[in-house]
């Protein structure tokens, strides 16, 4: 089994499984890689992309990916001043890893709809 389990808060802070974990497996973060695939993207152009995320949220989660080293942010002085974001090989090599997993996520959609709606029938009937 992987080490998952820790005895006290000291050695959670410690555990690299949930270090790690912690800061890519977020929603946007998740997205924001899969949307930087391809070529580095604007902040708008990241926005745009995503859709519905808003700019403090986008903001937020990019510092985390920045500070982690899963991209870099470039700022071209202008004018106008343009900020862009692009994947760094570390954030390359968790894109590859991220890749399987959506298209997994996209394969068992249906499966995971029909468990949905019979535990929310379930659920309804117990009340």
């Not at 998952?4 to 929603?27: Q, Y």
């Not at 152009?45 to 470039?74: A, F, P, W």
């Not at 570390?90 to 298209?103: A, C, I, N, Y």
């Amino acid at each position: 089994m992987l080490p998952i389990g820790v005895a006290n808060k000291a050695e959670a802070s410690n555990c690299s499984i949930r270090s790690v974990l912690s800061n890519v497996t977020g929603k946007w973060r998740m997205i924001i890689i899969l949307a930087l695939e391809d070529e580095p993207k604007r902040f708008g152009d990241l926005k745009r992309c995503i859709g519905d995320i808003t700019q403090s949220v986008l903001t937020e989660n990019l510092r985390g990916l920045q500070r982690d080293g899963y991209l870099t942010r470039t700022v071209d002085p202008g004018p106008p001043v343009a900020v862009s974001y692009e994947l760094t090989t570390l954030g390359r090599s968790l894109l590859e890893m991220l890749k399987p997993l959506v298209f997994w996520s996209h394969e068992q959609m249906d499966e995971v709809r029909q468990f949905r709606m019979q535990f929310d029938r379930e659920q309804a009937g117990r009340q």
